[in-house]
């Protein structure tokens, strides 16, 4: 089983930008690494996806704002968020695969907050 554990999370005025990181504990190779996020009553959506061979994979309303990257040595995914808007308020998830692609056996982190004021 792999461990994640969120950080960078916080309360950032519109405009302003944060840098999300998820670094991964175990045993078990990890392929994909990736963010989520979860809006109130909304249904948690994809964000961003990187995998150990460097493919990146984003939704189409981020690009050009979100940027991941992952340091494969440190087993660790970040998400620069630039020109943050007030949508982007949520409680953003890392998740974890060890395949190039996500499934239901991946792992979660906890999750960590991103509130966006206008």
């Known amino acids: 089983q792999v461990q994640l554990v969120e950080s960078g999370g916080g309360l950032v005025q519109a405009g302003g930008s944060l840098r999300l990181s998820c670094a991964a504990s175990g045993s078990v190779f990890i392929n994909a690494m990736g963010w989520f996020r979860q809006a109130p009553g909304k249904q948690r959506e994809f964000v961003a996806r990187i995998t150990s061979g460097g493919d990146i994979t984003y939704s189409g309303s981020e690009r050009g704002r979100f940027t991941i990257t992952r340091d494969n040595a440190k087993n660790t995914v970040y998400l620069q968020m630039n020109a943050l808007l007030p949508e982007d308020t949520a409680v953003y998830y890392c998740?974890?695969?060890?395949?190039?692609?996500?499934?239901?056996?991946?792992?979660w982190g906890q999750g960590t907050q991103v509130t966006v004021s206008s």
């Open positions: 998740r974890a695969s060890r395949l190039m692609y996500f499934t239901s056996d991946d792992d």
